[in-house]
């Protein structure tokens, strides 16, 4: 919100199914909770509510794959019409994955897009049925994406989105959005999800190479009424960044460069506090970084099946991971007391500019400038706010001085 305060732009923020459904997902948020949340934080920091856009990302059975088709498509409608009713706008329609009783191999892209036409169905309803409504809804759709929470990759590239093949996929979705007289709908397909061969792993960031994505930009402008929307762009370079946009990746998607950010800065802040106060009396440290690594081991369900190798190379994942799944437990109730005990020393007894140059440099430099206060929130909003300048470049927005806006709060 800061940012796009001080880039007066709009803001969108999307959950996926797995983090907010109707039952709760991993935040224990409905789609109507979710909306209220998001509202509480624009309110506290004076954001104009209605700068907020709402999306759903990777809306479909994914959460219920398990299930038969029935079912876990019967639950895939009631999660959208959720989402629309709690105000969600754009709505990235994803019936990729098979279902329990799907038969063997991968979906065709007729079944996959007959099920995200009944999916944008359940979406158009529920907007009729608001008391209010407003915008109508935008679509995503699309197939080559990552699953919700990111993919595993060898040391290979993932191949760029053939055309033909994503001319197939838009003839057939065409028609399966025709099929059910959704045609008014089918005009208000934004975006077509594809992959323009970016992608990151635990280690390692495979680069956007625009020669190899040529065909794809040509392709937009004769063959497609929308724009191109890349996931997994975290980590790619602004140079980079700024190729994709103009090579028509209008939509850049970005997530666990943000809260791998805030993991390095809090995690620097730790290395602070222990140089700092570790050797004074009276005072107790926060110790958060035992605390996250505690809380991953007693519940390692969400990293277990994305980190491989020995005891040794899991324990640096969980902590330096570029996938970052240590974001699932920051707001474990023992590692969230641990933040906030770091936060308090810190405020209570902030740490010298030189040290503070051994662990975060950039802010030492804002803070020489007075471009932040020595507060550690300061410190770790400065350092999120350095990747989403990334982004805010390559889209073109003029960006303002952070250091007056951050003085502001």
């Known amino acids: 919100m800061v940012q796009a305060r001080r880039d007066k732009s709009l803001l969108l923020i999307e959950s996926t199914s797995n983090q907010v459904n109707q039952f ?36 479909g059975p994914h959460v219920w794959r398990r299930e038969p088709s029935s079912s876990a498509m019967q639950k895939a409608r009631d999660l959208v019409r959720a989402c629309v009713l709690a105000g969600y706008t754009k709505i990235h329609l994803d019936a990729s994955m098979s279902l329990a009783d799907d038969p063997p191999g991968p979906l065709s892209d007729e079944v996959i897009s007959s099920r995200a036409a009944e999916l944008c169905e359940a979406a158009e309803e529920a907007h009729r049925e608001l008391s209010r409504p407003g915008p109508a809804p935008l679509y995503v759709i ?26 197939r996929t838009i003839e057939i979705a065409k028609r399966a959005f025709e099929a059910r007289k959704l045609q008014n709908a089918w005009d208000r397909v934004i975006a077509v999800v594809v992959q323009p061969g970016v992608e990151f792993g635990d280690e390692s960031v495979f680069p956007y190479e625009s020669q190899n994505a040529r065909r794809l930009s040509h392709f937009i402008s004769r063959g497609w009424h929308g724009v191109y929307e890349a996931h997994s762009t975290d980590y790619q370079t602004q140079s980079a960044l700024q190729e994709m946009v103009r090579d028509h990746f209008a939509i850049l998607k970005v997530g666990p460069w943000l809260t791998f950010a805030f993991r390095e800065a809090v995690f620097s802040l730790a290395a602070i506090e222990r140089e700092w106060l570790g050797a004074r009396k009276g005072i107790a440290l926060s110790n958060v970084v035992e605390a996250l690594e505690q809380a ?27 996938s970052d799944r240590s974001r699932y437990y920051w707001s474990e109730e023992h590692v969230a007391a641990a933040l906030d005990k770091l936060l308090a020393n810190l405020t209570a007894h902030p740490a010298p500019i ?12 804002a803070l020489r400038e007075a471009a932040i206060r020595n507060l550690p929130g300061d410190m770790i909003r400065h350092k999120i706010l350095e990747v989403l300048d990334n982004y805010a470049g390559a889209c073109g927005l003029v960006t303002g001085d952070l250091s007056r806006q951050q003085e502001q709060e």
Do not use: C
């Open 24 to 59: 709760g997902g991993y935040t224990r948020q409905t789609p109507s909770d979710f909306g209220v949340f998001l509202r509480q934080i624009a309110s506290e920091m004076n954001f104009p509510g209605e700068n907020i856009v709402l999306g759903g990302d990777h809306l």
């Open 142 to 167: 699309g197939t080559e994406v990552p699953v919700p929470g990111g993919e595993s990759l060898d040391d290979h590239a993932p191949k760029v989105t053939q055309v033909e093949d994503l001319s």
């Open 296 to 322: 991953m081991l007693a519940d390692p369900q969400y990293w277990k099946d994305y980190y491989r190798g020995d005891e040794t190379a899991k324990r640096i994942a969980r902590k330096y991971s570029l």
């Open 354 to 365: 030189s040290l503070i140059s051994q662990y975060l440099p950039n802010q030492s430099v």
